[in-house]
């Protein structure tokens, strides 16, 4: 009679993930893993080639964390690209591990960084038609202007030098956007 198999897929990116979210992408090894797994190594390489593989479903894991924490972000204003910026500078902030893993990374498993911000849902697009039905006529090159700036707040917050309450974040993007539209 074959061994019930106790280790799942899903129980090693958990794991994974969890130690991401503590300890950052470097803690991510397949020793560490397996002790927050609560097993030994061997389920890691039976279901995973290797732990390269294992490293790009968690990406993508986190990517959907990061997606999921946008679309259950509370929107307060109709002005283009500062809710997006408002919860991307907040994510920085408060889920920084999983933040640089995603958007500090050199490696991307080929999405650049508008792919990974726009997602599935297409947020970077909604903002950039939003910006251009409010009378924009170069909604792209606002969104890029606008996200330079954003992700340089972001990684202030990452860095705790950002000090700016949410509505004067919120005041900021909105004066930021207006200035260069």
């Not at 397949?30 to 609560?38: E, I």
């Amino acid at each position: 009679m074959a061994r019930k198999e106790s280790i799942t897929r899903e129980d090693l990116i958990k794991a994974a993930f969890a130690i991401l979210q503590e300890d950052g992408i470097e803690q991510v090894t397949a020793r560490k893993l397996a002790a927050k797994a609560n097993c030994s190594t061997q389920p890691i390489f039976r279901i995973y080639k290797n732990m390269e593989e294992l490293i790009e479903e968690l990406f993508g894991r986190a990517c959907d964390f990061f997606h999921e924490y946008y679309e259950d972000f509370q929107r307060q204003t109709v002005t283009p690209f500062v809710n997006l910026g408002q919860a991307y500078i907040k994510f920085a902030g408060e889920h920084k591990r999983i933040f640089e893993f995603i958007f500090l990374s050199s490696e991307r498993f080929g999405r650049s960084l508008y792919d990974l911000v726009n997602g599935n849902g297409g947020y970077v697009s909604r903002e950039i038609h939003a910006a251009t039905s409010q009378g924009c006529s170069n909604a792209s090159g606002l969104f890029m202007k606008m996200w330079i700036f954003i992700h340089g707040a972001a990684c202030m917050s990452l860095t705790g030098d950002y000090d700016l309450s949410e509505d004067e974040t919120m005041q900021m993007l909105k004066e930021v956007y207006h200035s260069f539209r």
